[in-house]
Structure formats: structure tokens, C-alpha cells
């Protein structure tokens, strides 16, 4: 219902608050209503949900509804003093029976026959072998989590480490604009060392800017014990803007037997960060309310992440014709009380059989197949579904930078499935002219609401003497804040900061926080060339050139790299790598080269699509 104020790293390309990290910071970050007042917005929302089975338990734990029922269809609505648009709206229901079921939803059409496959398991699975696991509980403690979302993070790690089996080891992490750990080396599961964890957790306090990535990497790089797997709990409101660097990350460096899980905390959680991150982690993501009780979903964890019900899941097409395209491309594990949804197109519609197998709870083989008829007469909800879960995996792929061709597909997916993308939009025209012919436009800032329970100081420090609070363009990491503005404003720590450049270094190379002379030490023999541009002048072609000249890599690249941009308002926007044409992808060059043209001054009076050709050699 509303987006909580995020935290928004880089340079500052221009005043408008967006950066080299975050283009697009300016659209994210609407201003604030002041503490204590509100906007004149209202919502409504009517739901309708026919789930093939009798469903049971519909409950909200964050709005007052009103509930009707017309046999196994439920209506429902927001009651009339529950209308204001500051946090998420949760709905929640149970479908009826205790066993474990599977079924599979057909739909044909002129785009090809689609399919979907729901594994859901039973409430309870037990198992007498519990592998020993190692856990890191990564923590944020900035500023936006004062007062309840933190108080709610550490009620819930309080919990986490009393439920940890006895051969578990495990540490704790927490993050700002620094990062802080509990010890350099986990902890076996002694009660002297739970009294030393509680009392750490006790302990934190929420201020400063929400620097996730440094958190991240120190916990995927945390040493891990020998014979053990390493899972990740993340617990924060993921109030950034950055969100694509931090899933890289996780993508491109969990190692392939860790799990990384989410925890949302509040009203009006970052929900596409912490849903996504645990997708690509391989894990589960859980939100709960600042207002809601903590026992339910720490032991809900446990006996989900001790007892996978199925895994090593493969699935396989037993047919003469093609085989189908399946998401999730790679088939998570199955856990107790969630189910997986597989979703599948055959193009030439042909009917046949699809076989899922995997390992069960206690090591037993499991095999289950489905028989799949396309028919015209099908759900129609079942190809707009497998059109999300295309695009979906498509972004995940793009989550370093993006590609020509993953546009398009993206693109040409959500026109096909008319579904909403980061590409395409709906556009509603109206035919009752409200301006006058041939006038400007007029753009204007509406203030939104604090997310329910989020402080204001926390984020804002003392309240502005006008009537809302600025916009979010000040969260940026390099823009000037106020003596008065809290921690959360303010800029990152400078690279001469000891506790800054001890973090990064010890983690990697980042060779846009290290001083010049230290970069000479390790980008030597680099050679970046302009060797072919269309859509500029041979001025600005001289401009740009000179401008890039000034970047430095380390040794070992060596290829052409092909981009694909627009220039407009002496900006460049929408850059995309061409990656048929590009012999060098190396995710760490291209992100370089992308922030340093996002940062070039470009002639006010160019505008157009611009397609640059470089040769790196280093």
C-alpha cells in the first residue's frame, strides 16, 4: 500500500537524487507526510478467492475485514475504519486437510499450452536425522529500524538462537553503515555462548545508513566450519534502493549447498527484495507484523529448514514431442507447510507426461507423475501465471546488468501475457480534454504516508517546518546532509575511515573505494579504447572518450564490450549491454563503465539512442 523511505547509495548523477548505484532513486522516493498528519488517500480493496478447494481460517493480521461466503468462493473487503494506504495488507487463509497434495491446472490457447503443478505438503514431517548446521544471523541496525522493527528483529533472533539444535554452530552479524559482528569464528551451541549472544542482541541499537551489501558479503565469506552447511538469516525492512547489487551478490557468490533466508520485519517491508533474495538463495522468506507474535514463526522455521520434505528435486518430460519450459528453471526444495508451484508452456499444446522426482524426508525416493491435457476450456489465470514466473527468471538474469536481449524477451513476454513490467505499463486514456491545447505539462510531487510504526526520527531526524517532509534525494551516500540529520542521511564513512576500508578490503577489491594510488598498484597495462560510436558528434564522441579514459581496471580483461543507451536531458538513460555483439561480459567491467557513463555530463541539446563499441585490454 505504500513504500517505506529507502536508502539510496552512489554518486549523485544531478540534483534530482538520483545515482550511479540507483538511476531511477528519484521515482522510489516520493516525499514524506509529516509525523502525526496524514495524506487525503484512501484504498479499497475487494478480493474474490475460489482456490478449487473449501478454504478455512481467512484472517488479516493487519486489517479490520469484512467476510462473506458463497460456497468454497470467499468475498472480502476492507472494513470502513481500516482505509489508510501505511502498511501492507495481509490476507491469509488455510486450504482444508491434513495431507499431503498435488494437482496440476491445464490452459491452451494461440500462445501454446501452459500448465501449472502444485506439490503441497502436509502440516507435519518428522525425520530422525538432523544434519549439524552453521548459521549467521545478519541483522540490519540502521536507522530506519528504530523502535518496534527492531525490537521485533531481536525478539525474533532471541528466539532463533534458543531453537538452534545442539550440534548447530553460529554467529551474529550486524549492519549499518559499518558492519559488527559477535566474534571473528562461529559458536558451538553452549549455553554460556546463547547468554553471550542474547546479551549482544540485547545490546543493538538502530542508527546510521543501511549499508546491506557490506553486510552481505561478510556474511557469505563468514568461515565456515568443516562438514557443515551454512545457512543465512537475514532479518530487515530492506529499505534500499540498491536492490539488483545485493541480489547479484547473493547470486553470484552464495556457495551452491548454502541457503540464504528472509526476514521481513514491520508494516511495509522492502517485499520484492526479501522475496527474492531467498528465490535466489535457495531459502524462504517470512514477513511478520511489528505487532504480531514471534513464538509461531520461529518454530514454523525450524521445522521447515530441519526438515526439507523433498529435495534434489528433477523434473523430466516423458513424450516424443518438446519438452515443455518450466520456472523455476532449477527446482527449489520443498519444505514443510509451503507449497511449490511449478509452472510450465508446451508451444504445440501436445498432451503427455511430466515426472517429478526427488529425495524425501529420512532419504526415500519419491516419484509422483502427471498426465497433462491441454484444453481450451482450462483455467485462464494458468498462462498469465507462467507469463510472471518467465519474466521473473528473465530479471533474475539481469540482476548484474542488462542485456538487449533480456529486454526484449521481458518486453515481448509482458505484451503477449498483458502483464506489468519494469518494460511495459497500462495506459489509461481518457477522452475529456482537463488542459488547455498546446500548454506543459506539470509535474507534481504527492507526499505519501510513513509506513505504520516506522520512526520518523529514525529516518528523518526533527521534524521540517513545512507541511512534509523533503524528498528522499537526500538519502543519497555522497549528497550533504545536516549537522541535525540523523545517521540514516547522512553519508558513508570516507575511505580513510579505518573500520570502512578494513570491512571492504577484507572482503574484496572495490576499486571505487580505494585510494588512486592503491588502484595504480593494481590495474597496470590498462587500455580502454572508443573504437565505434553512432549517435553523437564527433565533439561529444571526444568528451565521452576522455571521460572514460579516467576509469581503471585490474589486469586480465581483454575484449570488446557493446552498449546500447538513449541520451535525454543531458542525461544517459537506459543502458543495456549488447551481449551477441560483446566478446568481454565480465559482470565487475561492465557495471564499472555503466556507473562512469550514468555519471557523464552529456550536452543538453543531444538527445537520441546512442550505440557504443569499446575494446578493453589490460
Known amino acids: 500500500m505504500v513504500v517505506g523511505p529507502r536508502y539510496i547509495p552512489g554518486t549523485p548523477i544531478d540534483d534530482s537524487g538520483d545515482t550511479d548505484q540507483v538511476p531511477d532513486a528519484s521515482r522510489i522516493t516520493p516525499p514524506v507526510v509529516l509525523e502525526g498528519t496524514r495524506s487525503r488517500h484512501n484504498i479499497n480493496v475487494t478480493l474474490e478467492i475460489d482456490a478449487g478447494l473449501p478454504i478455512s481460517e481467512v484472517r488479516s493480521p493487519s486489517h479490520q475485514l469484512k467476510i462473506e461466503h458463497s460456497g468454497q468462493i470467499v468475498w472480502i473487503q476492507l472494513a470502513g475504519e481500516d482505509t489508510i494506504p501505511n502498511k501492507d495488507l495481509i490476507l491469509r487463509y488455510q486450504v482444508s486437510g491434513q495431507e499431503t497434495q498435488s494437482t496440476v491446472l491445464t490452459q491452451a490457447d494461440d500462445r501454446g499450452g501452459h500448465f501449472a503443478v502444485y506439490l503441497i505438503p502436509a502440516l507435519e514431517y518428522f525425520t530422525d536425522e538432523i544434519v549439524p548446521k552453521d548459521v549467521v544471523f545478519l541483522v540490519d541496525t540502521s536507522g530506519s529500524q528504530s523502535g518496534d522493527p ?118 511495509s517491508v522492502n517485499r520484492f527484495l526479501l522475496n527474492r533474495i531467498a528465490e535466489i538463495g535457495r531459502g524462504i522468506s517470512r514477513i511478520i507484523r511489528h505487532d504480531e507474535p514471534t513464538e509461531e514463526v520461529a518454530e514454523k522455521f525450524y521445522r521447515q529448514i530441519n526438515n526439507p520434505v523433498l529435495t534434489n528435486i528433477q523434473i523430466s518430460w ?47 525416493h519419491y516419484e509422483k507423475t502427471f ?148 588502484i595504480l598498484d593494481t590495474a597496470i597495462n590498462h587500455q580502454l579504447e572508443v573504437i565505434g560510436v553512432t549517435g553523437l558528434d564527433d565533439t561529444e564522441i571526444a568528451d565521452l572518450t576522455q571521460h572514460l579514459q579516467q576509469l581503471n581496471f585490474p589486469s586480465g580483461f581483454s575484449g570488446e564490450i557493446v552498449f546500447e543507451f538513449t541520451v535525454n536531458k543531458g ?43 569499446l575494446h578493453l585490454h589490460v
Not at 332 to 345: I, N, S, Y
Not at 437 to 449: I, L
Open 150 to 267: 527492531l525490537q521485533k528483529c531481536q525478539e525474533l533472533m532471541r528466539r532463533f538462537i534458543n531453537g538452534l539444535n545442539p550440534n548447530d554452530t553460529f554467529t551474529i552479524i550486524d549492519f549499518s553503515n559499518r558492519v559488527r559482528q559477535l566474534l571473528p569464528t562461529p559458536l558451538s551451541n553452549t549455553p554460556e555462548n546463547r547468554a553471550k549472544a542474547i546479551a549482544y542482541i540485547n545490546n543493538l541499537q538502530a542508527d546510521g545508513s543501511t549499508e546491506m551489501l557490506n553486510g552481505i558479503r561478510t556474511a557469505i565469506n563468514f568461515p565456515t566450519p568443516a562438514g557443515r552447511l551454512r545457512s543465512v538469516v537475514l532479518l530487515t525492512d530492506g529499505y534500499i534502493g540498491n536492490e539488483n547489487e545485493i541480489l547479484a551478490e547473493v547470486q553470484q557468490h552464495l556457495q551452491p549447498g548454502n541457503r540464504l533466508y528472509s526476514f521481513g520485519a514491520g508494516s
Open 318 to 364: 516423458q513424450g516424443e514431442t518438446e519438452s515443455p519450459v518450466i520456472y523455476p528453471a532449477i527446482a527449489p526444495d520443498l519444505f514443510c507447510e509451503q507449497p511449490l508451484v511449478l509452472f510450465g508452456r508446451k508451444q504445440d499444446r501436445a498432451s503427455g507426461n511430466l515426472q517429478i522426482s526427488g529425495i524425501a524426508a529420512g532419504g526415500k
Open 371 to 518: 498426465n497433462l491435457i491441454f484444453e481450451e476450456t482450462g483455467n485462464l489465470a494458468v498462462a498469465q501465471l507462467w507469463g510472471r514466473a518467465c519474466i521473473k527468471d528473465l530479471m533474475n538474469q539481469m540482476v548484474s546488468f542488462e542485456t538487449k536481449a533480456g529486454v526484449e524477451a521481458v518486453t515481448e513476454t509482458a505484451l503477449t501475457y498483458q502483464l506489468l513490467s519494469q518494460y511495459t505499463a497500462f495506459v489509461a486514456v481518457s477522452d475529456d480534454v482537463r488542459v488547455e491545447p498546446g500548454s506543459e505539462y506539470v509535474s507534481m510531487q504527492v507526499p505519501v504516508e510513513m509506513p505504520e510504526a516506522v520512526s520518523y526520527q529514525g529516518v528523518f531526524g526533527s521534524p521540517p517546518a513545512g507541511g512534509f517532509a523533503g524528498q528522499m534525494e537526500f538519502l543519497t551516500l555522497s549528497a550533504p546532509a545536516s549537522a541535525e540529520a540523523p545517521d540514516f542521511l547522512r553519508q558513508r564513512r570516507s575511505p580513510q575511515s579505518p573500520v570502512a576500508k578494513e570491512v571492504e578490503i577484507s572482503l574484496s577489491f572495490d576499486f571505487e573505494e580505494m585510494e588512486q594510488d592503491e
Open 571 to 613: 542525461r544517459v538513460e537506459r543502458i543495456v549491454l549488447d551481449e551477441e555483439t560483446s566478446t568481454l561480459k565480465d559482470a565487475v567491467v561492465v557495471e564499472k563503465i555503466k556507473r562512469s557513463l550514468l555519471l557523464w555530463r552529456v550536452p543538453s541539446s543531444t538527445i537520441g539512442k546512442v550505440i557504443l563499441t
